[in-house]
């Protein structure tokens, strides 16, 4: 669902800001991402669970197509495809940092 949801929201968020600005819509993905992430954190049962992570997928996906289009933006064409790579790399290593965290932290906190 989570997919699904990144396919819809990249389509809706590119037409979105197209119309009213990046910087809008880039704010308001990191506002739905933060949401349904905090919904993931208070979710009680397995529908819960998947509605969250519907809208985190809503807002995942339009942040990552804000923020690579400002790469593309912003670097000389020589320069885009590192820059859009480093960019890429930031959600594996950002699973790999919270599962060493979440690994260490799970004792203390449950």
Not at 21 to 30: A, P
Not at 78 to 91: E, I
Request: hydrophobic share 50%.
């Amino acid at each position: 669902m989570h997919l699904i949801a990144a396919v819809v929201g990249g389509v809706v968020f590119g037409v979105l800001s197209d119309k009213y600005g990046r910087k809008l819509i880039l704010q308001w993905t990191i506002i739905i991402y933060c949401l349904g992430t905090l919904l993931c954190a208070f979710s009680n049962s397995i529908e819960t669970l998947i509605i969250s992570r519907i809208v985190t997928g809503l807002g995942v996906v339009g942040e990552w197509a804000t923020g690579q289009t400002y790469v593309n933006e912003t670097f000389p064409a020589k320069l885009r495809g590192k820059f859009g790579a480093l960019l890429q790399t930031g959600n594996p290593v950002g699973f790999i940092m919270a599962a060493i965290v979440g690994g260490l932290l799970a004792s203390i906190i449950g």
